[in-house]
């Protein structure tokens, strides 16, 4: 019965949305469209943009702030509990795990699940085809760089790179004079 109400309460309407949007093309108004409705239903916060082809399962324990984006072919299971921060960046083809297998006689195939919340701070960056395993947590104002392996949580403002993912350097702001496409 309790799976029967999560697919009607959250997995039926994400992916009818989804699926909906696939015709669309891939700009910000699709974004925003699909932001707007996959929203509605995990309650999200204001101005949540999806990029296309992006899996969200287990979003019962999902949060997401204000000013997000998820850029395409995202994978995120949210089991574990997932906590995304205002104004957070997660670039194309990342994965977001909170659960990760069990073994039992030697095979994870009946090993069960465990458990790891996430969470990535305020203003945090996670570059493409990054991933980030369960019981991380990501400092705000945090850049992840592209395919790296984030295992351990991580200060707040700094650059973080590799398998496993280690501080590189500090992160300082450097803000640009392009801020829309009209700056062009």
């Not at 030697?106 to 085809?129: D, E, M, N, P, Q």
Request: with cysteine; charged share 15%.
């Amino acid at each position: 019965m309790k799976e029967i109400r999560y697919q009607l309460r959250y997995a039926l309407p994400i992916w009818f949305a989804m699926t909906v949007c696939l015709l669309l093309p891939e700009n910000r108004v699709a974004q925003r469209i699909r932001g707007s409705l996959v929203g509605r239903v995990i309650g999200a916060g204001h101005r949540l943009s999806i990029g296309s082809g992006a899996f969200l399962i287990n979003v019962e324990q999902l949060r997401i702030g204000s000013n997000v984006y998820l850029g395409p072919g995202v994978w995120i299971n949210a089991l574990g509990g997932l906590d995304i921060g205002d104004e957070v960046i997660i670039g194309p083809y990342v994965c977001i795990a909170t659960t990760e297998h069990g073994f039992f006689r030697g095979s994870a195939r009946y090993g069960g699940t465990h458990l790891g919340s996430v969470a990535l701070g305020r203003g945090s960056w996670i570059g493409s085809h990054a991933t980030v395993m369960p019981g991380v947590n990501v400092g705000a104002g945090t850049v992840v760089a592209a395919n790296a392996a984030v295992t351990r949580t991580t200060p707040n403002d700094v650059v973080v790179g590799g398998v496993p993912a280690k501080v590189i350097k500090p992160r300082v702001d450097n803000p640009g004079g392009i801020t829309r496409r009209s700056d062009v």
